[in-house]
């Protein structure tokens, strides 16, 4: 019989030198991230019943946006690359505490949870609406299935990536925070049912901006199931694009003109080319 991931955790805890405010620290963020809920996450969602919760989404995301702002600015980063300021600060607060190899263990568990979240994805994905499969005239092989980067597999595996690197992140934070764990917003919104949270470079008007994106899965009448997209800000969702289609391809909900340009993520996905 197979031990539940909270025995496992509490086994892993058990250790002598780990402090009872850790360990309870540890149980605590481990279990807020079990709950999140990844059959709800990959369930299509009508455009307009999503769009009555995205306020609270909009809410969140200036939440997480300001807790990284503070990094990108001392550092003078992006706020992508800001959110691995606290990242690796808990890290090193581990190794001085003497809880790294403990978390390398945790993170097993968080990283299940991940994997999870991205099998959720991938069947998501088969009942969604999905780029078209390269014509034959492209070097393609569908069975191996890795010499494309716009497969509905890899979209879901960058799912299941930002999602570890995102569970990973808030727990071990959660333990060395300071007096606010800056993840806290991160998983807010996964537990309101984001896909995926990314930070993207873009260019409108001749004006260049670095917004926050989020994933979602929702049902566009005419369109299908697709992946909404939404940029921080927006009062309505604007874009979306099906699976498998790069980052920078925005479609239009309302068949208008896109004049949002994505210019780079940091991501080996994008390819403007």
Request: charge should be negative.
């Amino acid at each position: 019989m197979f031990e539940t991931d909270e025995e496992i955790a509490s086994d892993i805890i058990k250790q002598p030198h780990i402090k009872k405010e850790i360990a309870q620290s540890i149980i605590q963020s481990l279990s807020r991230i079990d709950l999140i809920d990844e059959s709800k996450t990959f369930s299509y969602e009508n455009l307009k019943k999503f769009e009555n919760r995205l306020p609270e989404i909009i809410k969140l995301k200036e939440k997480a946006i300001l807790s990284f702002r503070p990094f990108a600015e001392k550092y003078k980063i992006s706020l992508c690359a800001s959110m691995g300021i606290p990242m690796m600060k808990s890290i090193t607060d581990s190794k001085d505490a003497g809880t790294y190899e403990v978390f390398h263990q945790i993170f097993g568990l968080t990283n299940a949870k991940a994997k999870r979240f991205g099998l959720a994805a991938l069947y998501c994905a088969i009942k969604g609406d999905k780029v078209d499969t390269p014509t034959s005239n492209v070097p393609y092989n569908i069975v191996f299935d890795r010499d494309s980067p716009w497969t509905y597999r890899n979209e879901a595996e960058h799912m299941e990536e930002y999602a570890r690197y995102h569970f990973n992140s808030y727990v071990i934070n959660e333990t060395y925070k300071q007096t606010y764990n800056p993840f806290e917003p991160v998983i807010s919104l996964y537990e309101k049912g984001i896909a995926d949270f990314i930070f993207m470079q873009t260019e409108e008007n001749q004006i260049t901006d670095e917004k926050l994106c989020t994933f979602h899965m929702i049902n566009i009448p005419s369109k299908g199931n697709v992946i909404g997209i939404h940029m921080n800000l927006d009062d309505h969702i604007k874009y979306f694009r099906k699976w498998g289609e790069p980052y920078f391809n925005l479609r239009s909900v309302q068949d208008t003109p896109v004049e949002l340009k994505v210019t780079g993520i940091a991501d080996q996905r994008f390819r403007p080319s």
